[in-house]
């Protein structure tokens, strides 16, 4: 393949920044399962603020500044509530409303997001199996014994991770869409595998039903097989145990629903008794910050509408609902829907509003015509758009 002697340029260059912005987070976070140290979250927000700095001095409207003394409220006055943790849920809020203010400043780069998308294709995937592979040989156990690890272990945020870059391929024919499946099979985190199966299988029933109901019939016919020949080893109840309530014991999440849950009834149920019997007005309004981070409860609500009422309030709930929804607007047409469905699954069963993964959204901005968003961007910039996903980054026009 040639190489255009503007594989330098600045377009590109910008773009080989963000590829590696985006790695540098997905590696942390595969190795680093609990707290990262400070100076790799120092280096991230530092990115990050310098990011927003660097394209909204390029050009920033009347909306990104609404949503800019938004997030800087929300970041601030939950402090009134939690001064004994007043620097943690400071620095908590920081990184959590940067990740947004990210996304909507990247708009304004002045690059093909269609070259960017294609780079990733070629790059995550890599990134994601060298991580993957590392973070598996980090445990030092069998395959059999990762199999039952991660049932009473869930790894949330690597699961989202792989979930969010596998709708990179949904348009294409790509294995990796398969791989990142099979990924979060073996993770076995339920909020990620269904909507992101779901997905898939809509987006390709309609083109490709008979090779997935061949495939289909070869899968349950290989698994009859295997069970019958050594029922020990796998069997229909072992796969309905370990997916519906995940193998877990009964002192880890109850009896019933709330082991198939995985606890989350029981946590719910106290955040809404918290709510009732603690909040006041001003409460409602503007929440009473972490209760995790307070020690009034050990785990977030696993459900963002609970963890936003009561960390941010109802002003905090709409308004990180705005910022979302803004993001929405200015992701690629052919992409935003299907974020938006994984989005909704994974704010109600889980949580995903307070993930620095969402950084990853950014890929998705803006798509093949800018007509969708002639509201948002108002600059005489032109854009070119022609570019397909097999020649894009390597031409460097």
Known sequence: MKISKNIFSLENSIILALIGYLAFRIFSDFIYLDEKPMYIQ????????????????????????????????????????????????????????????????????????????ALAQLTLPIIIIISFTYLLASFGLSFSELYGLFDNNPLHTNSQIIAKISLLFIHSKHFFLF???????????????VPILAIALFKSLRRHFIYIALGGLLLISLFLIVSAVNPDTISFDSILERFISKNRADNYAGEGLQKISSGRTEIWAFYFNYISENFTLINYIFGTGSLQMQGKYP???????????????????????????EIYRRLDYRYRNYIAIYFIFVFLVNGIM?????????????????????????????????IGYANSFAKGQ
């Not at 791989?179 to 595998?193: G, Q, T």
């Not at 963890?307 to 709930?317: E, P, S």
């Open 179 to 193: 791989l990142f499946l099979a990924f979060l099979i073996f993770l076995n985190v339920r909020s990620n595998i």
């Open 299 to 325: 785990l977030n609500a696993h459900n963002d509408f609970l963890n936003i009422i009561v960390d941010f309030g109802a002003f905090g709930l709409f308004s990180l609902g705005l910022i979302y929804y």
């Open 42 to 117: 120092l280096l991230f927000t530092l990115t990050s603020i310098l990011l927003i700095a660097y394209n909204y001095a390029k050009l920033i409207n009347k909306t990104d500044i609404v949503i800019f003394i938004i997030a800087s409220l929300i970041a601030f006055y939950p402090l009134l509530f939690t001064q004994e943790v007043a620097e943690k849920q400071l620095l908590y809020n920081i990184r959590v409303l940067l990740t947004p203010l990210v996304i909507l400043s990247c708009y304004h780069l002045d690059i093909s997001f269609e070259k960017l998308r």
């Open 354 to 386: 307070f993930h620095q993964s969402n950084i990853i959204f950014l890929l998705y901005l803006r798509g093949k015509s800018n007509k969708n968003y002639s509201s948002i961007r108002n600059t005489n910039n032109k854009f070119s758009h022609d």
